[in-house]
């Protein structure tokens, strides 16, 4: 078990037996499988890891966002051994287990809404995103899908189709989905300039109904969806004006709106959603991610005439709603509440946003600080001016980082972001030296 309360480096980064696993690694698993780091993992507890070698590195990327409430809580742990025990797989689709629907109900009382509810599960948040737009599509009768620019919603045929970024998640895979079509989301920084961010989101808003009343039609539309804070897109926060006026448009032309909160779900941005800051209640919710720790689960939440217009056997799967998932989750969301992590989560990213501010005063590579909450972004530039984007210098930042013992992931349209996406049980001694490493490896990169 990890004894360290932080980060300890034993051996030069990666280590000689990261380095051996690493190798068999590029033997034998596939190249478009990516990794981040040149470290190979022995184990994991709150927000920490320990290599292969020994060394323990602290954990700002939580599982790309999986682990809001730390790796290997013991608790959480204990819920999925007792299912082990019991049964492990037997198919939702074949007998019915009671974690399922104790799910599935708790997710009904802790979504906004004051209208009935159903739910169903699936493996992944692609998966998810799909089923929303299958039921959004059966409950509507149209087939059109909207999704905006910087979005990203998964892998899978439909899903890629309906992200932003080419490279790498559409490079090579065509033909893609038809009938899918982009809007404009507010990416303040690069609002065009002299543009203000409210006058920038309400031009966004008017091209929209401009292409609804044009090259588009409601009447083709099914779906519009939108993450509430975009995630590969670079931690890109709207307005609560603009997020209020999507809804709008969706309310007036019979378009289901569905919100994506796979990334920033699950207390991330200090409210257990996202879309909790905006004051909108979604007709469907996409959910995974941090929903059960780490064993595969997402869930679609939606409006209770939305989700029963698909047919019997339409939706659902061989692994859907997994009985350790179920479990897990239940525990996930009792000690997001027992634990305050929403609170937990708003002072960690205040102190991260802090420390970052500090960092943009002194280093004109910075050129912006945002995010809600623990789900923050630092986007780094070659000019202020320009806002030429500066990825080169991001990967090498994040390089440095690790080999300091501090895990970053980089993010954004142009790969120049930053994210930080702690374990929401990271300590304020574990933050600061986070947030010292960063620093410095910045210094060192300039």
Known sequence: MIEESNVKLVTSIPGPKSIEILEERKKYVA????????IAIAEAKGALIKDVDGNVFLDFAAGIGVQNVGHCDPEIVEEIKKQTELFIHPSYNVVTYESYGALAKKLT????????????????????VENAIKIARTYTKKT????????????????????????????????????????????????????????????????LKTMLKTTLSPDMIACLIIEPLQGEGGFVV?????????????????????????????????????????????????????????????????KKEIMDSACVGGIGGTYSGSPLGCVAALKVIEKIEKENLCEKSLKLGG??????????????????????????????VKDRSTKEPAA???????????????????????????????????????????????????????
């Open 31 to 38: 190249d478009g499988v990516s990794v981040s780091t040149d």
């Open 109 to 128: 009382e802790i979504t906004v809404g004051d209208y009935e509810k159903k739910v169903m599960f699936a493996n992944s948040g692609a998966e998810a």
């Open 144 to 207: 059109g899908v909207l999704s905006a620019t910087g979005s990203f919603h998964g892998r899978t045929n439909m899903t890629m189709s309906i992200t932003s970024k080419y490279k790498p998640y559409k490079n090579g895979f065509g033909p893609f989905a038809p009938e899918t079509y982009k809007f404009d989301f507010p990416y303040s920084y690069r609002a065009p300039l002299g543009v203000s961010e409210e006058e920038y989101a309400d031009e966004c808003i008017n091209r």
């Open 238 to 302: 709207p307005s609560a004006k603009y997020m209020r006026e999507l809804q709008k448009v969706c309310n007036e032309n019979n378009i289901v709106f569905i919100v994506d909160e796979i990334q920033a779900g699950f207390a991330r941005t200090g409210k257990m959603f996202a879309h909790e800051h905006y004051g909108i209640e979604p007709d469907i919710i996409t959910m995974s991610k941090s929903i059960a720790a780490g064993v595969p689960l997402s869930a679609v939440v939606a």
């Open 351 to 380: 102190y991260i946003m802090e420390r970052l501010n500090e960092m943009k005063e002194k280093y004109t590579v910075i050129g912006d600080v945002r995010g809600l909450g623990a789900m923050v972004g630092l986007e780094f």
């Open 392 to 446: 080169d210098l991001v990967k090498s930042i994040i390089k440095k980082c690790y080999e300091n013992g501090v895990i970053f992931l980089n993010a954004g349209i142009l790969g120049n972001v930053i994210r930080f996406l702690p374990p929401l049980v990271m300590t304020d001694e574990q933050v600061k030296y986070g947030m010292d490493v960063l620093e410095e490896s910045i210094k060192e990169c300039i």
